[in-house]
């Protein structure tokens, strides 16, 4: 079982990015996944998931509007489009998968990708 997270770089504010999360040896369409980040110094948290099906999304305050989570699960692929970049946003991003439906807790996830790091220049 593996997640390979792709996509991110460096941005000026403003800037967009589209994240990807790949997945292997298992079936997307029986997880939930997740977006997740982690700045130095900070707690991992929550950015967006998208349930199995993709129809039900939650998404980070600070986030909402700016990004988008979608799925193709016969790419057996996780997108983060990311559009009017902050510096705050800068962090590395994770991906992982839970069986619960869709979940912004990083607890619930039983699987993680290595992450790719944001950076977002002023």
Do not use: H
């Amino acid at each position: 079982v593996q997640l390979q997270a792709s996509g991110g770089g460096l941005v000026q504010a403003g800037g967009s990015l589209r994240l990807s999360c790949a997945v292997s040896g298992f079936g997307l369409d029986g997880y939930g996944i997740g977006w997740f980040r982690q700045a130095p110094g900070k707690m991992r948290e929550g950015v967006a998931c998208i349930s199995r099906s993709g129809d039900t999304k939650y998404y980070e305050e600070s986030v909402e509007g700016r990004f988008t989570i979608s799925r193709d699960n016969a790419k057996n692929t996780v997108y983060l489009q990311m559009n009017s970049l902050k510096t705050e946003d800068t962090a590395v991003y994770y991906c992982g998968a839970t069986t619960v439906v869709a979940s912004m807790v990083a607890s619930a996830y039983d699987y993680w990708g290595q992450g790719t790091q944001v950076t977002v220049s002023s």
